[in-house]
């Protein structure tokens, strides 16, 4: 799911790099209207995280196939992903 508002792009972005001063702390994107879903993660906002950050990003919600790791493993630069949901339907 693209992002659509760019003011909050901006947002997200200067807050990762906040974060990424404190430096000790990981940061995980949980997006609330696409968790459970199933639909894949939101790759563009990860990236747009993880590529302006040094600490390890954590993309969470939104799973509901194993493609969607291979996808946000390849398109970003996620140091990891949750599942959940998918095991919990017992999809995997």
Known sequence: MPLTCLSTCFFFE???SL???LSN?????????????GKGFDVDLIKLI???VSIPVIASSG??????????FTKTNASA????????????
């Open 63 to 72: 799973a509901g196939v194993p493609d969607h790791f291979s996808d946000v």
């Open 25 to 37: 702390l990981c940061v995980s994107i949980v997006v609330i209207n696409i968790s459970g879903q």
């Open 14 to 16: 200067e807050l990762a």
């Open 50 to 52: 993880s590529d302006a």
């Open 81 to 92: 992903a949750l599942a959940a949901g998918i095991f919990h339907r017992k999809e995997v």
């Open 19 to 21: 974060l990424d001063i």
